[in-house]
């Protein structure tokens, strides 16, 4: 069988090795070899290729990205200027975790133990 037309050797050097075309191969026709560089391309196997085509409609570059026609973002800074100053997030986190223990709630979040291993914390 001749090589088929229909498979990710279409892209070539396109490709940004990310393998979703060799993982989605039915019949694991394509492997990936590296060049003179060291830069990661796909091989296909001429004798295992179906022409499916699906390697082509997975392959990132091969396929627009659609971004929707209108994005929204919310951002949110505290006014308390210590908060702030000890924050790495614009103090998000440690203002509302004051809301919601002065109304009675719990909070939930990771702190670094004295070991400076990650933990689960619980406070009220």
């Known amino acids: 069988m001749e090589d088929c ?3 990710i050797k279409a892209v070539g050097l396109k490709c ?3 393998r979703a075309c060799e993982k989605i191969c039915p019949k694991n026709a394509i492997h990936f070899e590296e060049n003179a560089e060291g830069f990661l391309y796909p091989s296909v196997d001429p004798n295992c290729c179906v022409n ?3 390697c082509l ?3 990132p570059a091969n396929n627009d990205i659609k971004k929707p026609e209108e994005q929204s973002y919310f951002s949110f800074t505290t ?5 702030l100053r000890n924050s790495a997030s614009g103090g998000f986190v440690s203002h509302i975790s004051k809301q919601v223990i002065e109304e009675g709630g719990a909070v939930c979040g990771c702190v670094f133990d004295e070991q400076l291993k990650a933990v689960h914390a619980f406070t009220n």
């Open 5 to 7: 037309v229909n498979n």
């Open 79 to 83: 006014n308390d200027k210590e908060r």
């Open 52 to 54: 499916c085509g699906l």
């Open 16 to 18: 940004t090795g990310c």
């Open 57 to 59: 409609k997975k392959c």
